[in-house]
């Protein structure tokens, strides 16, 4: 399994360690063979968006901040599994991983969505001291919703510490639990093709947009290449 780990800050925490243990377990599960991409905000990328509205009036390609968000880019499309982590920082995913989410307007449904989000699998990971993981977790998991990946999974852990050693053994085995229940759900939910409940309403709702107001430039010519005005949808094919 191709597994790419988007990790909302530069240290090795929690959250980090959350994370890491996941993709290992999942690697296990498939006999060491999957692949494991590892990218650290800001560090590999910290730009945040200017508002220039570029990628929605031509195309992601031509963002300003491309050369740099390019390997990351491929990186999440050719991803199996795609685990986003943040740290809860004042109740919200950090600054950086928003700033990076903020690239990626234009995949989202009601956009130009990548058809081939229907076969990826999510999990989105916080930790908190105490509180704000319902929250930060929906930061992340709002955009891979909306992106139409297949099924995301949404783990947020109130870890009383702020570093890995810190964290009371009991809390550390309920994390050692979850990740396994995590690793097995998505080895067994592998390959299957659809789209999540949200976003599937979404294209929809856009779907008929599209149909009763002037056509905008350049979503509507994208959807009518790809046929989803007429029989094709993401998720089939
Ligand atoms: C700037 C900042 C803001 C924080 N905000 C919160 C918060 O709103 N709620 C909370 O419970 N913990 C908060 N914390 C604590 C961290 O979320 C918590 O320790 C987390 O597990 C750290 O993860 P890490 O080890 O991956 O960095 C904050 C920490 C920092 C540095």
């Known amino acids: 399994m191709k597994i790419v780990l988007i990790h ?24 060491g063979t999957s692949e494991i991409k590892e ?20 195309d992601l390609t031509k963002c300003p901040h491309y050369t740099k968000l390019e390997p990351l880019v491929t990186a999440l499309l050719e991803a199996d599994l795609i685990i986003l982590e943040s740290p ?17 307007g234009t995949w989202w449904v009601v ?6 989000m229907c076969k990826k699998q999510a999990v989105v ?3 908190a001291a105490g509180g704000g993981m319902k929250s930060t977790v929906k930061d992340m998991a709002d955009s891979l919703e909306m992106w139409g990946i297949s099924k995301i999974y949404k783990y947020g852990v109130g870890v009383q510490a702020v ?14 639990k979850k990740t396994e229940k995590l690793s097995e759900a998505v080895c067994k939910n592998a390959g299957k093709q659809k789209m ?10 856009m779907r008929l947009a599209q149909k009763h107001f002037p056509p905008m430039e350049p979503d509507y010519s994208y959807w009518e290449e ?5 029989k094709a949808r993401p998720w089939k094919g």
């Not at 809860?88 to 903020?102: E, K, P, R």
């Not at 570093?163 to 050692?176: D, G, L, N, T, V």
């Open 8 to 31: 909302g800050q530069n240290h090795k925490g929690s959250t980090c360690m959350i994370a890491q243990e996941l993709a290992e377990k999942i690697n296990d599960k498939t006999q």
């Open 125 to 127: 990971i916080a930790t």
């Open 88 to 104: 809860v920082y004042v109740y919200h995913a950090t600054g950086q991983m928003m700033s990076f989410l903020d690239h990626f």
């Open 196 to 205: 999540n409940h949200r976003g599937k309403k979404w294209f929809y709702l």
């Open 226 to 230: 790809k046929g989803w005005h007429k």
């Open 163 to 176: 570093s890995p050693k810190e964290i009371p053994e009991r809390i550390i085995k309920k994390i050692h």
């Open 111 to 116: 956009h130009r969505p990548k058809a081939e």
């Open 39 to 58: 990218y650290f905000l800001p560090k590999d990328f910290d730009k945040p968006c200017m508002g220039c509205c570029t990628c929605f009036k031509e």
